[in-house]
């Protein structure tokens, strides 16, 4: 397998050295990157080519594909197709010689199940700090969602999807259970339970609950590799989940949290274990706390020890914090507008972030490059960042435009994970425990009613049948009202213990 990978050669304007290849090192190819530009500048060819190049060095791929575009990676590029026309003589011009058209090993998924395999993770594995932003909650209801989730896990109690955990908000709802978890935990008021009630019904109706639940996403299915040792590129179906921005951004960290937790660390492997694209990734770091950025900076700058890399692509690079667009070595920057004062900052930033090239004036040339150009600057192989070039990025070798459904539904048909995923399993969790609880509870407390009804009653006829001889004072005596007070507290200790029983708190 190759140790780097082709981007691009000179641009037509010949600026920068006529033969000097602009290539990605393998090596330090999970060092991360950029890949920016503004809309209709060739930013989703540029992740195509990338992409499959990764692919064919035998590198496993995610990418999200948020228009539609980029399905066409599975299928064989043509002269014939319309979008390829002059893309030889691109090829022959940066000494690529002739453009081999061959589309790579392609598997489809979609939160919603509709376009792809579906992808589902459990409500535990997604946890408090990200369901929190996912449905735009305050500090004080986010740490009662803690609190949810802190009890459940005392308790037993799985929470794998949305019922599980609105069952559970539900129980400590109960002001007998409510008193106890906030003796315990900390206070639990009923306005900030009702309000992360009323954020879940939200959630809910936006068609989260087909995300949350079983079975859930092994890891291990998105870094396969076919028989001839090329790595599958996973196309994530986003046209319908990016109408759900926050849904979109919050799945994507996650996806990005799970490889941080899950995989070893590797140092930095001779090629990275999976190239993970993170599109419209201005979305992940809109209206998150502070809270969240740190642990979205902890996990871009050691998840490359992981042996993964991460590659946002955006529209600006001042999209992206500071702290974030520091660990990010390997940059392709299309062309910018540079029309009001605040573009024409941008323009600066991004110009100031690249070793510059005294062939050019870096601020000048990204306001000029044409469609399918960028300037390039790679990581050496010792770490250090190349001077900035001037390229005209590779013709893809797959199929410029999206594949057709029937082209999609032929594909899903020879999928490695076909059949793993497509039926929803809903084993017995938190909802399935806590309402045969509930259940068990209203049971015991008929029989009791029951039975003490059937005492008045027996009480009564004995009364009426006039089998009591002695006339008793109506006032009673101090024998008797203790016996009657330990008959209270007995009755009461008897419902208590069974509402303890139905929500997980009885001693055992």
């Given at each position: 397998m190759a140790e780097t990978i082709f981007l691009g050669g000179a641009d037509a304007k010949g600026t920068g050295h006529p033969d000097a290849a602009q290539e990605l090192i393998l090596k330090v190819a999970n060092r991360h990157g950029l890949v920016a530009g503004a809309t209709g500048t060739g930013k989703t060819v540029t992740l195509q080519v990338m992409a499959q190049a990764f692919s064919d060095a035998g590198v496993p791929v995610f990418a999200a594909d948020v228009k539609g575009d980029l399905s066409g990676i599975c299928m064989p590029g043509s002269e014939t197709h319309k979008a390829h026309a002059n893309l030889t003589a691109r090829a022959q011009q940066i000494g690529m010689g002739e453009?081999?058209?061959e589309g790579a090993p392609t598997i489809f998924w979609d939160v919603f199940g509709e376009a792809g395999h579906p992808i589902r993770a459990t409500i535990s594995e997604m946890g408090p700090i990200l369901l929190s932003r996912l449905m735009g909650l305050t500090d004080v209801q986010e740490g009662v969602l803690n609190i949810a989730f802190q009890y459940a896990d005392d308790n037993g109690l799985l929470l794998l999807?949305?019922?599980?955990?609105?069952?559970?908000?539900?129980?400590?709802?109960?002001?007998?259970?409510?008193?106890?978890?906030?003796?315990?935990?900390?206070?639990v008021a009923p306005a900030s339970l009702s309000a992360v009630q009323r954020e879940l019904l939200v959630l809910e109706r936006g068609g989260a609950e087909r995300f949350f639940g079983e079975p859930a996403l092994e890891l291990a299915d998105f870094m396969r590799t076919t028989r001839d040792g090329r790595g599958y590129i996973n196309i994530l179906d986003a046209r319908k989940l990016i109408n759900s921005p926050k849904l979109y951004s919050t799945f994507l960290l996650w996806l990005l949290s799970e490889l941080f937790e899950e995989l070893p660390e590797i140092g930095d492997p001779e090629k990275p274990r999976l190239v993970f694209f993170f599109d419209e990734a201005h979305l992940l770091f809109a209206d998150s706390p502070p809270a969240l950025m740190q642990k979205i900076?902890?996990?871009?700058?050691?998840?490359?020890?992981?042996?993964?890399?991460?590659?946002?692509?955006?529209q600006n690079p001042r999209d992206l914090p500071e702290s974030v667009l520091a660990q990010l070595g390997?940059?392709?920057?299309?062309?910018?507008?540079?029309?009001?004062?605040?573009?024409?900052?941008?323009?600066?930033?991004?110009?100031?972030?690249?070793?510059?090239?005294?062939?050019?004036?870096?601020?000048?040339?990204i306001t000029e490059l044409g469609v399918g150009e960028a300037l390039v600057s790679t990581l050496e192989a010792k770490g250090a960042p190349a001077m900035v070039q001037r390229?005209?990025?590779?013709p893809p070798s797959s199929r410029l435009g999206p594949a057709t459904d029937a082209e999609r539904a032929e594909l899903q048909k020879a999928s490695p994970v076909l059949g793993k995923y497509d039926k929803m399993i809903d084993r017995e969790s938190a909802y399935e425990i806590l309402s045969k609880r509930e259940e068990a509870a209203a049971k015991e407390a008929d029989k009791l009613a029951k039975a003490q009804a059937k005492e008045k009653e027996t009480a009564a006829k004995a009364k009426a049948k006039g089998k009591t001889t002695t006339t008793r004072s109506r006032r009673m005596t101090a024998s008797e009202r203790a016996v009657n007070n330990a008959a209270s507290t007995a009755s009461r200790e008897v419902v208590r213990y069974v509402l303890r029983g139905i929500f997980g708190t009885r001693k055992r």
């Open positions: 453009l081999k058209y999807d949305l019922k599980d955990l609105r069952k559970l908000l539900v129980s400590l709802g109960d002001d007998t259970v409510r008193t106890e978890v906030s003796r315990k935990y900390g206070n900076e902890q996990v871009v700058r050691l998840i490359r020890s992981k042996g993964v890399g991460v590659y946002f692509v955006t390997n940059r392709l920057q299309h062309a910018l507008r540079a029309y009001t004062p605040m573009e024409q900052k941008g323009v600066k930033a991004a110009a100031a972030s690249f070793r510059p090239n005294p062939s050019f004036k870096t601020e000048q040339v390229t005209l990025i590779r």
